[in-house]
């Protein structure tokens, strides 16, 4: 008896210290492991590339996003607000036709629409970039969360049930009552509501893989949250997200658009292409005056096209699968 | 499973009362002006303090909360006061309700019905010309402002058949274009999507082995594509179709449907707080409804998918 | 709910038909099934959002009721007061009481053409009270305030509704005391919140009157025979109209369209309405189409008033330099310059590209509103030089500067900050102040004034931007009540909400007012209208000669389309005579723009004619 309670005694001692050890996971031996001249964004953007409607495109965005900026320095811009005068009437040199002067013609006051619409396309893009940024961002952070702790189910489900169910319009009425109509109050306005639709989408996602086996053989060996979600789902979920994000952009302009419909957009003085449209729009019935709507929507719709192709070719060329 | 269910519907009660009493907040901020409409300019500020004053908005606004919720326990939403000035809230909605249901029913079955197969088809057929008209669609559908091209259709498309350019309850010709404009963005979005997922599928280890082993591609493609890639729609199905109610803002106002479209937007620029209240109320509801239903859904398409700690079994 | 059903029974028959061919479309529809009736049909695109006449002062919705019930008077097509209601009436020597002898037989209606009772004169009283009644929110009580106690009752400082100054002496007399001497009291009544109700009909509905056609008694020329919001409202004749006669068009048909503006036009080409407006923007391509071109007219003008407002008391951001504002807006010579700056004709090129003139304003008292034996008030002394002549003027605008900065200098910093805000949610504004920014900078140089505009909110405009005062200069306009000069005066006098000129500097007079508050209580005061007029003419030429306010335009104009002839319809610059379709007739085709300006030249004429014969 008194012999076996030492043996016991000293075994316990024993295994207090050294008779085990806990395993420490080290990243950098864990890539060890890994393929070693693979990597995955060459790679994707290799494949990408294959692509070629695409790569064009992708030049094409590029392109717009430089000219928007270098645009109001070229030599012979008009200025995107002043109103221009006749000189041999007097008056204000409304609705032109595109000619030499006007490449794209002039509005009802006699504003030049070539630089309306670059000066329209800078500041869309930039509404467009910045909600698509603060979407992805918060929106992956609170979905990543969301979908994978089960602790954080409860509040977050209730969370984006509150967030969700409060009507834009009051955000947006209320935001121009106290900030004033301007770029910041509607990119504001459209954050505090739109990360939602993006987390809801990447916690789905993650639900319907944090169960599948291989996650629950990470659990199970101890890899911490985190990891998981960074190294298990974030690189399956990264083509949704590519395509998701390249969306956003184009979605948050079609917002920009919705919101001038329903009277709660920017003020014509600051051009967009909601703005444009918008005014266009009425002249859709008289041929002459039609091209004050087909400028700007072909400036949309080109940058819609380009970033939804742009988008899911990327998609598919950041899964893995699709990699040699 | 039914425990969760319970757990999931009064936590939604609480997620409800908050929302309520944040909207309900957000709009005492609003400004007053909306109240007074266009006798703003002649009133003098006593005359207009009376009226607000009468209208309860200078109570403090915890009481102000209180007799809403003491309606609202008996069943009664309020009534309207600068929208339909008097009308109680619930006929209001109820009057508008049936044309935006019946029309975002019809639209959802479309889409489904087109928008589906066309996904299907073009991951089935990727890279080649039926995947690149779809995309051809989809593009223009997503590119293409909505309103430009729904007021095109309108005005061309009456005009070559000689259709009336308005909605007419009596004439069933008229639904034709509000049903087909209606369906045009979903059914795009649901190929796309489709598509997508037929494709992020279809590139799977277990895809190849099953070719490798000789399973028809037909079974490959009913038996394990279409559900797997059906798995992320179920989530957002219900919610959809729970929220063709709300209608649409831009199709109806074209057509002159008589539904719900615009309604909440209109309520809240003519700042009728007992509308807005009712809607906040009745499309949160419908939206909560949505989700719960949404992910019981995906947990009935895709069993791998466990809800809530209680039924772990496996 | 039976409606919903065929609702569905139609989708059904949709799917149907979505199958089979769809050759056979041209022939459904019911427009032609009888062509005996005269109908005039329209969409509209403002909801009105009750039909209680009591309550509301929206102009859309007493339009309607004014077409389902009738008040004490009304006016013939050159704006001259007629027996409607009442019979006759006689007022005693200063104006301040009232005797109206009802006619007899009028009976108020249900919706389905029953009668209910007789329109007795308690009815009048019973609607008065209702208006001063301060429960029932009534948004025209402050007008019905010119009866006797009649703001003491609305305050709640007497409760006795029989001490205000309405009274029924009989079941046709009906009798009204009121607070001051108002010789124009008659206009007043035109005003809705002096309409009858039935008090029994009104008790029974409470709350829920004027909420559904149902909830209405009919003593006017139509009967609502459908009323869905959002949907549908059409009108009917009334078949025991007293004055039935001169209900010419049987049917009225207003379908709603939110997007009316964009789809009506096209409807109107269609067949499908009757009227539309034409916007300036699709304007051009009507013009220039033969077929089109003869369908399109100029619309009448109406008595809004816009005008540019100079604030006395700036408050806003100190980064826009209020406090230099006011330094400079109290200099006469930097107003005038302003005022001479202002090239108005080309600021009104936003909304009107084609006849600007004809909506330029050079008084706030607009044209042809009231007369002096036919001469009208804007052609008064001292008022008719400014009326004559155009306030845009290059060489005076420069010859002001000039003084201005003479005598500014040292005391304000130049370029003077001018801030000029615009409600966002109105994109024409919007544009105007563009034009208007870089027509004044370029005109005066931005050595002296540099014009920002500034977007306001769309909703709560006024709360967040006018009443405080946070604007150098503003568009304003206003709204007559009655027909009296003094309903033009309220926004400039003390109390008022617009630029405060009580406050600018060198115009106090001994009893510490100043000039122009003591012209306008001096005018107030005096009963004899020729005399009356002149007064007011005086205090409204110094207003506008010192630059406090520069008078824009007036409201109305635009481009329509329409089978209505504007001059059948009753005639009067205020309250609901305008809305009637009462004497109304359907043409064959619409008027064009020449027919529509010789229509026009020949009713002034005949409207001058009438008005020196009434005056006599």
């Known amino acids: 008896m008194g012999l076996y309670t030492k043996e016991i005694q000293n075994i316990s001692d024993k295994s207090n210290e050294s008779l085990f050890d806990f395993a420490v996971a080290d990243d950098s031996k864990a890539e060890e492991t890994a393929y070693s001249n693979y990597s995955y964004w060459r790679s994707t953007w290799r494949s990408f590339l294959k692509n070629r409607i695409a790569v064009f495109l992708l030049f094409m965005v590029v392109f717009i996003i430089g000219f928007t900026l270098i645009q109001p320095y070229l030599p012979s811009q008009k200025s995107p607000t002043e109103i221009y005068i006749n000189p041999d009437t007097g008056m204000q040199d409304r609705n032109v036709a595109p000619n030499g002067e006007y490449w794209f013609g002039t509005n009802s006051i006699g504003q030049d629409l070539w630089s309306r619409i670059w000066e329209g396309t800078r500041t869309s893009l930039y509404i467009g970039f910045v909600v698509a940024m603060v979407e992805v961002i918060v929106g992956f952070t609170i979905g990543a969360l969301w979908g994978f702790s089960r602790k954080l189910e409860v509040p977050f489900t209730q969370l984006y049930n509150i967030v969700d169910n409060i009507p834009t319009t009051i955000v947006l009425i209320l935001m121009s009552y106290i900030l004033r109509p301007s770029v910041s109050t509607i990119i504001i306005a459209m954050c505090i509501t739109g990360w939602v639709e993006m987390a809801r989408f990447l916690r789905n996602q993650i639900v319907i893989l944090r169960d599948r086996e291989y996650n629950l053989a990470s659990k199970t060996l101890g890899t911490p949250g985190y990891r998981i979600i960074l190294k298990n789902l974030l690189p399956y979920l990264i083509s949704v997200i590519m395509l998701r994000m390249s969306l956003a952009v184009p979605f948050a302009i079609g917002a920009e658009v919705f919101l001038t419909y329903i009277g709660l957009g920017l003020p014509v003085s600051i051009p967009s292409l909601g703005n444009l449209i918008n005014e266009g729009r009425v002249l859709m019935m008289s041929p002459d005056l039609r091209y004050q709507l087909i400028f700007p929507s072909i400036v949309l719709s080109a940058i819609t096209i380009a970033f939804y192709i742009i988008g899911n070719s990327f998609a598919d060329a950041a899964d893995p699968k699709n990699h040699v | ?314 | 709910m039976r409606k919903y059903l065929l609702f569905l029974t139609c989708m059904f028959v949709l799917v149907l038909a979505a199958c089979s061919d769809k050759t056979d479309s041209s022939t459904a529809g019911d427009s032609n099934k009888d062509s005996k009736p005269v109908e005039y049909k329209t969409v509209y695109s403002g909801e009105i959002k009750t039909l209680n006449y009591l309550k509301t002062s929206e102009t859309n919705e007493f339009a309607v009721a004014a077409n389902l019930v009738d008040g004490l008077i009304e006016y013939d097509e050159y704006g001259i007061v007629k027996p409607s209601l009442a019979e006759s009436w006689e007022s005693n020597a200063d104006a301040t009481v009232w005797t109206f002898k009802l006619r007899e037989g009028v009976k108020w209606m249900t919706h389905d053409g029953k009668e209910y009772a007789d329109v007795v004169a308690q009815d009048f009283v019973d609607g008065l009270n209702y208006v001063l009644d301060a429960k029932n929110e009534s948004s025209t009580s402050w007008i019905a305030t010119v009866v006797k106690n009649g703001d003491a009752f609305n305050t709640g400082a007497i409760t006795d509704f029989s001490q205000v100054g309405v009274k029924a002496l009989d079941d046709y007399t009906l009798e009204y005391t009121l607070e001051g001497s108002t010789p124009y009291f008659l206009s007043m009544l035109n005003y809705v919140c002096f309409f009858p109700v039935n008090g029994a009909f009104l008790a029974e509905k409470g709350e829920g009157f004027g909420t559904t056609r149902e909830n209405f008694l009919y003593n006017g020329g139509y009967i609502l025979d459908k009323f869905e919001p959002q949907n549908e409202r059409v009108l009917v004749k009334n078949e025991t109209y007293w004055d039935k006669d001169q209900i010419k068009i049987d049917r009225i048909r207003y379908k709603y369209n939110k997007e009316a503006a964009t789809v009506a036009p096209e409807l109107f080409l269609r067949g499908e309405i009757d009227a539309t407006s034409v916007p300036t923007s699709i304007l051009d391509q009507w013009l220039n189409d033969e077929d089109k071109k003869n369908l399109v007219r100029q619309n009448t003008n109406n008595f809004y008033t816009y005008f540019y407002a100079l604030n006395f008391n700036p408050q806003y951001d100190a980064q826009f330099e209020p406090e230099n504002w006011k330094v400079a807006v109290n200099n006469k010579d930097f107003r005038k310059s302003i005022y001479h700056a202002l090239d108005r004709v080309s600021a009104m090129l936003t909304n009107e590209p084609y006849n600007p003139k004809d909506l330029v304003s050079n008084t706030i008292t607009p044209k042809n509103f009231v007369d002096v034996s036919g001469v009208d008030y804007t052609q008064l002394e001292p008022l008719k030089a400014i009326t004559n002549n155009d306030s845009f003027n290059t060489d005076l605008a420069a010859e002001y500067k000039e003084k201005a900065m003479a005598a500014l200098a040292g005391k304000a910093t130049f370029p003077v900050k001018v801030v000029m805000p615009y409600n966002s949610g109105m994109p024409e504004w919007a544009n105007r102040s563009q034009v208007i920014e870089l027509q004044v900078e370029k005109l005066l140089g931005t050595d002296y004034v540099d014009v920002v505009i500034e977007a306001g909110p769309a909703t709560g405009f006024l709360g967040e931007v006018r009443r405080p005062g946070k604007f150098s200069i503003i568009e304003a306009n206003w709204g007559p009540d009655f027909a009296d000069p003094s309903t033009y005066t309220d926004a400039f006098t003390e109390g008022g909400t617009y630029n405060k000129p009580e406050l600018a500097e060198g115009y106090q007079e001994a009893n510490g007012k100043n000039t122009y508050q003591n012209l306008v209580d001096a005018a107030k005061v005096e009963v004899e209208p020729a005399k009356r007029f002149e007064l007011f003419a005086k205090a409204e030429a110094f207003l506008i000669e010192e630059a406090f306010v520069i008078p824009y335009a007036v409201g109305g104009g635009g481009y329509v389309a329409s089978k209505l002839n504007p001059f059948e319809s009753q005639y009067s610059p205020f309250g609901v005579t305008m809305e009637k379709f009462k004497g109304q007739t359907l043409l064959e085709k619409p008027m064009s723009n020449e027919e529509f300006k010789s229509a026009k030249e020949a009713w002034e004429k005949e409207r001058a004619e009438a008005l020196a014969n009434a005056s006599n």
Do not use: C
């Open chain 2, 1 to 314: 499973m039914l425990k969760y269910i319970g757990k999931r519907l009064v936590q939604s009660i609480f997620t409800l009362f908050v929302i309520i009493t944040i909207v309900f907040s957000l709009l005492r901020l609003m400004p007053e002006e909306g109240y007074l409409g266009a006798a703003a300019e002649k009133m003098t500020e006593a005359q207009q303090e009376i009226y607000l004053t009468n209208l309860g908005l200078r109570d403090p606004l915890i009481v102000q909360l209180g007799n809403f919720y003491q309606g609202l326990f008996q069943g009664d939403l309020g009534k309207s006061i600068t929208y339909r000035t008097d009308v109680p809230v619930v006929d209001i909605i109820q009057d508008k309700m049936m044309y935006s249901i019946l029309f975002g029913l019809g639209a959802v079955a479309l889409s489904l019905l087109v928008g589906v197969p066309l996904g299907i088809l073009m991951a089935q057929f990727k890279g080649r010309w039926l995947d690149r008209l779809g995309t051809g669609y989809i593009v223009f559908v997503v590119a293409v402002p909505a309103m430009v091209y729904f007021l095109m259709i309108q005005m061309y498309v009456t005009g070559w058949f000689g259709w009336p350019m308005l909605f007419d309850e009596y004439n069933p010709i008229s639904f034709i274009l509000p049903l087909i404009s209606m369906a045009l963005g979903p059914i795009a979005s649901y190929a796309m999507w489709m598509r997508r997922y037929m494709v992020d599928e279809l590139n799977k280890d277990y895809i190849k082995l099953a070719r490798a082993k000789g399973v028809k591609e037909r079974t490959i493609m009913f038996r394990h594509v279409l559900r797997n890639a059906f798995i992320p729609m179920a989530q957002y199905l219900p919610a959809t179709i729970l929220f063709t109610i709300t209608g649409s803002i831009y199709i109806e106002s074209l057509y002159s449907i008589p539904g719900m479209g615009g309604l909440l937007v209109d309520a809240i620029q003519r700042q009728d707080n007992q509308v807005v209240q009712g809607l906040v109320i009745f499309f949160s509801s419908l939206g909560i409804i949505g989700l719960i239903l949404g992910d019981l859904l995906m947990a009935i398409v895709d069993p791998r998918i466990k809800l809530g700690k209680g039924d772990s079994v496996r």
